[in-house]
């Protein structure tokens, strides 16, 4: 277990529809960050937010978007669903800001758009 | 970042090494080779991290030649929960981790 939590678990929606996906960060983790994984692409980067403020972006569609509350945790959302957003959706936490910092990951949420 | 090569598959019989090997020639001084891995469909876990020295924790050892154009994850010990995919990772302080295609690992009995 890795103190990191998401939920859901599992999500199933459809096509044009609005989602969230939530992520608590291990106790003391200052930094969230959010990955895509889908058969085709492979695990890759999203979004960082590091104490609340956006550090790094990756390969995020305009159609999505996160944010980090003052407790910490962060929500992914996901609008105007196609079906290729279908993935895992992981968040990691870690201590710093730098990528260099061990990142413990979720256990991810599988989204699927029908 | 510099980019990594790893094989697509091993396999690995219970109980014995499991050596995986990771290029990664054109390294940068400053860079460090991080090792994640992923069982099946869960989220990726640290295993081991290293400069130029090498490294070893419960989980892991790392080799990381002189040149540091390579590197070896040793499992020694591998177990049927070693079964996974396994990422090399060449990252510096302010890049984002980047997973290529990793190395699929079967442990076999």
């Known amino acids: 277990d890795s103190g990191v939590t998401q939920t859901p678990k599992h999500l199933i929606t459809a096509t044009g529809q609005r989602v969230t996906l939530r992520c608590s960060p291990r106790s003391g983790d200052l930094s969230v960050y959010w990955y895509q994984q889908s058969l085709d692409q492979g695990l890759q980067f999203l979004i960082q937010y590091y104490n609340g403020e956006e550090r790094a972006k990756g390969n995020i569609l305009e159609r999505f978007s996160a944010q980090q509350f003052p407790d910490l945790h962060s929500e992914l959302n996901l609008s105007s669903l196609e079906l290729g957003d279908s993935a895992l959706y992981f968040c990691a936490s870690g201590p710093g800001q730098g990528a260099r910092d061990t990142q413990y990951f979720g256990p991810g949420t599988r989204l699927t758009v029908l | 970042d510099a980019k990594t090569t790893q094989p697509t598959s091993m396999d690995c019989a219970e109980g014995r090494a499991a050596n995986l090997p990771c290029n990664h020639s054109?390294?940068?001084?400053?860079?460090?080779v991080y090792w994640y891995r992923q069982i099946h469909s869960q989220g990726p876990q640290y295993i081991i991290h290293?400069?130029?020295n090498n490294e070893t924790n419960e989980m892991a050892s790392l080799i990381i030649t002189e040149d540091r154009k390579s590197s070896t994850l040793i499992l020694p010990h591998a177990t049927l929960r070693d079964t996974a995919v396994y990422y090399c990772i060449v990252i510096n302080a302010g890049n984002m981790l980047t997973f290529g295609g990793g190395t699929r690992l079967m442990v076999k009995p």
């Open positions: 290293g400069l130029k």
């Open positions: 054109t390294i940068s001084g400053n860079e460090y």
